[in-house]
């Protein structure tokens, strides 16, 4: 496979992962709102395992695209741009791929064979301080990536926007749903919009690594190709 094909491949698998766990965000966020908010109630639902199937699914695909997806920066993110997407990539783990997991085998177990212990378990100091640490991760991984963007060494620079308002809306979120789902689709939904607005930054992007190396005769090499140029400023 060459470049160009490995730089392309990426960037589909970064813009399908990212679309779906849009859609996943936008699912779940509706099924919790529908079941009043009640873990014992949306977890036995029969779509729940597979909106966060979707979840884990897309959260994964994120992971493999994002090496390419500095590869294809790389050359003008710098070190900054590497420390932000390295942030993103371990809290990412956590927030979104190993949470969906949880959310999808844990979950629906716990509800119908210890209920009790539904509500406690997302109490327990451990795994808050777990959750909490790949928050962290996600929130300062946003902001470094947003800086090349916010500088004009990388296009486009709306980026930045949508990764610091991003950043922004974590803290919100758990400001306005500090107990987990509302009873509002409205609620839920502005609640998560941290993770929907990053997700959207890299739906776009993997779409411009795809589109751009539609051509598999490009040559080049990871930070280095034509991709490097059509990132920079103009």
């Known amino acids: 496979m060459t470049v160009p094909q490995v730089f392309r491949a990426s960037g589909l698998t970064l813009a399908v992962g990212a679309a779906a766990f849009i859609a996943h965000i936008v699912a779940r966020s509706v ?11 949306f977890a036995a639902q029969s779509a729940w395992v597979p909106i966060n199937a979707l979840g884990a699914f897309g959260a994964a695909l994120v992971l493999l695209g994002l090496p390419a997806m500095y590869a294809r920066t790389g050359g003008v993110t710098g070190r900054v741009g590497l420390i932000g997407v ?14 969906s997991l949880y959310s999808m085998l844990v979950v629906p177990w716990l509800a119908s064979q210890a209920p009790t212990l539904v509500d406690a378990i997302t109490q327990d100091v451990s795994l808050l301080i777990v959750f909490v640490s790949g928050q962290l991760a996600v929130f300062l991984g946003m902001v470094l990536l947003a800086i090349p963007f916010v500088q004009g060494r990388v296009r486009p620079r709306w980026v930045a926007a949508f990764l610091l308002v991003a950043a922004l809306m974590m803290i ?24 929907v607005l990053m997700m959207s930054a890299f739906l776009v992007l993997g779409l411009q690594m795809w589109l751009e190396h539609a051509d598999t005769g490009q040559t080049g090499a990871f930070g280095h190709s034509s991709a490097s140029g059509a990132m920079a400023p103009r």
């Open 31 to 41: 099924i919790t709102a529908n079941a009043g908010g009640d873990t014992l109630i």
């Open 86 to 99: 390295v942030l993103i990539a371990l809290g990412w783990m956590i927030v979104g791929w190993f949470l």
């Open 172 to 195: 919100v979120g758990d400001l306005v749903a500090p107990a987990g789902p509302a009873t509002n689709v409205a609620l839920n939904l502005f609640s998560n919009l941290s993770p």
